[in-house]
């Protein structure tokens, strides 16, 4: 456990958190927002539930598919980590059949890693940003 500290004013803070929680919030977003680009039409939300193997949820424009890693019995001070506590694999899909980004995490266990980015990369997924 984290040293922590009393305050009659406020709540008790991990010492060592306390410099990286001061900066949230600190730097708000620009008054427009994130530079973007649009992209129009529509994904064909089946055929990448068909792809994947799993349903997903349609939200406006983006489509959400969430695996859960429930076959990894993963356990943290006696409590289970399960899905609701982030255990699972994510991909929001943005776009349309020509032109879509992705965005999401991929739960993995060490053996996992090597082997996972390899095909990503290998089908033309990357981790990096477009320029």
Not at 46 to 53: E, N, P
């Amino acid at each position: 456990m984290l040293p922590s500290r009393s305050s009659a004013s406020g709540p008790r803070f991990p010492i060592k958190a306390k410099p990286a929680l001061a900066l949230t919030g600190a730097h708000p977003p620009s008054a427009g927002g994130p530079a973007g680009r649009n992209i129009s039409g529509t994904l064909n939300s089946a055929a990448l539930a068909k792809i994947v193997g799993y349903d997903g949820e349609q939200t406006g424009p983006v489509y959400k598919i969430t695996i859960s890693r429930a076959e990894i019995p993963l356990k943290q001070m006696g409590a289970s980590i399960n899905a609701r506590m982030g255990l699972n694999t994510r991909a929001a899909f943005y776009g349309n059949d020509g032109d879509a980004v992705i965005a999401g995490d991929i739960a993995m266990l060490d053996r996992e890693v090597t082997p996972v980015l390899k095909s990503l990369r290998s089908n033309g997924i990357d981790s990096r940003r477009d320029p």
